[in-house]
């Protein structure tokens, strides 16, 4: 495949997805093509915010200009409102995310894009919605990956969006297999890396400190690696969190598996925040979404930076091609 179809989803209407989206068609692409799943007057308020140009085309066409967007539309409820979620809107945000998704898994599309959309705003609009990765993968029916990357480093994540007093219980052997398979996997097949390297992060400080503050590392996750380790997979640790992202400990490792989202996160996020993106591992096309929310205060004034969804639409291209 030398050039794909991409899904772009802006998610959450009265975020910056939108304007992004505008943005991100403002010249014409030479390594895939873009179909956006949305409300076309969002997409319209967006462009004419920006003062851009916008011609929203056929699903089925081609983009030969700058400003070129081939739409597939998926209305709102109600008009969307810059900074103002609306709780109506809701349904019309997952329906475009299932759509993109039913596209990819047909082959009609060779990969999603998707914008930040707004946990609470969904979840008031009486859909029980914890992300788009968890919605994904209830969708597909595949147990998928967290995986956040950026020029850096790559992390992924053994959980996600739970509260913290829950993780330590969700921190499993049969888990950890699952996660650091799909990750590996991934590697191999995704990124082209032959033989990859995980770096495997313990739950506590100082990785349990020889079961002095904590014994998930000696007891759960020690001989699990252990055990994959016998079958090929090359994993180091369980290592300390505050010091497995120093540079020297990077060098040779190709992912790092954090315990849980704010062990791992924020080290990439400051090492390189507006070139990062978000990945699903697992799914059966790739997912790519930008690593920042929806920024509902710059909504429409134009000043919101671009650079992660250039990156998510790049990262997907090349994935979609591999």
Do not use: W
Request: proline share 7%; with cysteine; charged share 20%.
């Amino acid at each position: 495949m030398t050039r794909p179809t991409l899904a772009l989803v802006p998610g959450e209407p009265a975020g910056v997805g939108p304007e992004l989206c505008v943005r991100a068609v403002q010249r014409v692409r030479e390594d895939c093509d873009l179909v956006a799943y949305a409300d076309p007057d969002t997409l319209r308020a967006a462009a004419d915010a920006l003062q851009l140009p916008l011609r929203l085309l056929d699903a089925d066409a081609r983009a030969s200009a700058p400003g070129d967007l081939p739409l597939r539309a998926v209305a709102n409820a109600v008009p969307s409102v810059f900074g103002q979620p609306d709780p109506r809107n809701a349904r019309a945000v997952v329906d475009a995310l299932l759509g993109a998704a039913d596209a990819c898994v047909a082959g009609a599309c060779a990969g999603l894009v998707t914008g930040p959309t707004h946990k609470a705003t969904i979840n008031a609009g009486g859909i029980a919605y914890s992300g788009t990765t968890e919605l994904l993968a209830e969708h597909a029916g595949r147990d998928v990956v967290m995986m956040l990357a950026n020029d850096i480093v790559r992390v992924a994540l053994a959980t996600t969006h739970l509260p913290l007093r829950e993780v330590a219980d969700a921190i499993t052997a049969d888990g950890l297999a699952r996660t650091l398979r799909i990750v590996d996997g991934a590697l191999r097949a995704s990124f082209g890396i032959a033989a990859p390297t995980i770096a495997v992060l313990g739950l506590n400080p100082h990785a349990g400190e020889a079961g002095h503050l904590g014994r998930e590392e000696i007891e759960i996750i020690a001989p699990l690696l252990e055990r994959l380790r016998a079958e090929g997979m090359r994993l180091l640790g369980p290592l300390p969190a505050d010091t497995a992202f120093l540079p020297a400990r990077l060098k040779d490792v190709d992912a790092v598996l954090a315990m849980y989202h704010d062990q791992g996160l924020p080290v990439l996020k400051y090492s390189g925040f507006e070139r990062a993106v978000n990945l699903t591992l697992g799914l059966p096309y790739p997912r790519v979404a930008v690593d920042h929310g929806t920024a509902l205060d710059l909504a429409g004034s134009g000043r919101a930076d671009p650079s992660s969804l250039f990156a998510a639409i790049d990262a997907c291209a090349r994935l979609a091609r591999r």
